[in-house]
């Protein structure tokens, strides 16, 4: 199986910060990495696939980056709707794993 | 539209058997590439695949919990069927099923169903 380390696992910020969330995977996914966004008590729903391409309708100010094994999602200018739990997950090779997610708080 | 709905038991005894319904609506999985999983939530904790079927009827299961699972479908009903055997307090958990589009080349979960929570207790 392939191991995903997210972190920080949890992190405090404010409206307008820039936040940073890092995902390494245990061995080389290639771009095959996707990030996920679950506000409470809602199913997630996809960000970022592919790495870098953002889904249709999710704002501008997320990005994601990376290859291989280390990937990045970034949100600009962080919005009050954007506090959330992300989770990164490898679509490289099943068994599909998740990582451990990362809570962003006020 | 795509709309996944999953349906079963709330409560389930420890040994039981849980079967659970993911009803969905918009694809047809006897579409090429397509296929349905579920993943499970435990409260608090993040989550974990468990099974997908695709529209071939492959199956492809969690190894950790291969021996317990079995995922089937029903293409007249757009239904797919989750069944875990032997069910355990640890598997208390919210259970979810997702839209899997393989014919990208890129496939991600989505979109998901809004969750059904299963406790296990005596």
């Known amino acids: 199986d392939i191991q995903m380390t997210q972190s920080p696992s949890s992190l405090s910020a404010s409206v307008g910060d820039r936040v940073t969330i890092t995902c390494r995977t245990s061995r080389s996914v290639s771009t095959y990495l996707n990030w996920y966004q679950q506000q409470p008590g809602k199913a997630p729903k996809v960000l970022i696939y592919?790495?870098?391409t953002l889904q249709s309708g999710v704002p501008s100010r997320f990005s994601g980056s990376g290859s291989g094994t280390d990937f990045t999602l970034t949100i600009t200018s962080l919005q009050p709707e954007d506090f959330a739990t992300y989770y990164c997950q490898q679509g490289y090779s099943a068994p599909w794993t998740f990582g451990q997610g990362t809570k962003v708080e006020i | 539209q795509i709309t996944l709905k999953e349906s079963g038991p709330t409560l389930v005894k420890p040994t039981q058997t849980l079967t659970l319904t993911c009803t969905f609506s918009g694809f047809s999985l006897s579409t090429n590439a397509l296929g349905v999983g579920w993943i499970r939530q435990p409260p608090g904790k993040a989550l974990e695949w468990l099974a997908l079927i695709y529209w071939n009827d492959y199956k492809r299961y969690s190894p950790s919990l291969e021996s317990r699972l079995t995922i089937t479908k029903d293409t007249s009903k757009n239904e797919v069927v989750l069944i875990m055997t032997n069910m355990d307090p640890v598997d208390t958990a919210t259970y979810y099923c997702?839209?899997?589009?393989?014919?990208?080349?890129?496939?991600?979960?989505?979109?998901w169903g809004q969750g059904t929570l299963v406790t296990v207790s005596s």
């Open positions: 592919a790495a870098s």
């Open positions: 997702a839209h899997k589009d393989f014919r990208s080349g890129y496939d991600w979960f989505g979109p």
